[in-house]
C-alpha cells in the first residue's frame, strides 16, 4: 500500500487500554446497586460518545434507573484510576516512535470529550507525539462518531486530504465513521466484534496493521 499522507488514531481501546479500566469500575458501581452482568450491559456502549452511552444505558437498566448520576460517579471514578496510569495497547509506544521518525503528521480522534482525552495521553505518556491542538474531542465537532466529523476535523487541523490519511481504530462505530471520511483503515479489534463490509484491514495488533497498512517495513 502508498504510504499515508497522515495518521490518526482512536484513543481508547487503541492507543490505550482505558476501555478495560472504565468497565471495571462501572462493573462494580453496578454490582453495589445491585445490577448483575455489570460488564455485560456496560460493554454494549464501547465506542460511543457519552450522550448516546447514557441513552442506551437507560433503555438497558430500566425506567427506574438514575442513569446521570451514575454517570457522573462513573466518570469521575474512571478518571481518578486514569490518574494512576493508563496501560498502553501493544505495540503503541513503538509505532508512535516510527511516525514520529517518519515525521509522519499525526492526530487523534475520539468520542470522548478533549479534556479527558488530554489528560488520559498525558496519564499514559503519550501526548507529546500529538500536541494538545491535535487531540480532537467529541466536544470540537458537530457529530459524534459514526458520523465522520471527528476524522474530518482532524484531517484539517493536520492540512491532510482526508483521502491519504490512515486512520487505527477498535470499534465498529470507529470504522464506520473513518469510513464515511474517505479514509483508509485499520480495524484492531478490542472490547467489540470486528465491523464487517467497507474497504479496511483487520489486524491482531498496531504493529501487525501498521507494516500491512505499508507504514512500517
Do not use: Y
Amino acid at each position: 500500500m502508498t504510504r499515508p499522507a497522515a495518521v490518526i488514531f482512536d484513543l481508547d481501546g487503541t492507543l490505550i487500554d482505558s476501555e478495560s479500566i472504565a468497565l471495571d469500575v462501572g462493573a462494580r458501581l453496578l454490582g453495589g446497586m445491585g445490577v448483575v452482568d455489570g460488564h455485560a450491559i456496560l460493554s454494549r456502549l464501547v465506542g460511543v460518545d457519552g450522550g448516546e452511552g447514557r441513552r442506551r444505558l437507560q433503555n438497558l437498566a430500566g425506567p427506574g434507573f438514575d442513569v446521570e448520576a451514575f454517570a457522573r460517579v462513573w466518570e469521575e471514578e474512571a478518571e481518578a484510576a486514569f490518574a494512576t496510569g493508563v496501560p498502553l495497547m501493544t505495540g503503541a509506544d513503538t509505532l508512535l516512535d516510527a511516525l514520529a521518525s517518519l515525521d509522519l503528521p499525526r492526530a487523534v480522534a475520539t468520542n470522548s470529550r478533549t479534556a479527558g482525552a488530554l489528560a488520559k495521553l498525558g496519564s499514559a505518556g503519550l501526548l507529546h507525539h500529538f500536541g494538545e491542538a491535535n487531540v480532537v474531542g467529541v466536544d470540537a465537532v458537530a457529530r459524534a462518531k459514526p458520523a465522520p466529523d471527528l476524522f474530518l476535523e482532524a484531517a484539517r487541523r493536520l492540512d491532510a486530504d482526508p483521502a491519504h490519511c490512515l486512520v487505527f481504530e477498535d470499534s465498529a462505530i470507529g470504522v464506520a465513521a473513518a469510513l464515511a471520511a474517505g479514509m483508509r483503515v485499520v480495524q484492531i479489534p478490542d472490547m467489540s466484534h470486528p465491523a464487517t463490509g467497507g474497504d479496511h484491514l483487520i489486524a491482531e495488533n498496531l504493529l501487525d496493521g501498521a507494516r500491512r497498512a505499508g507504514l512500517l517495513g
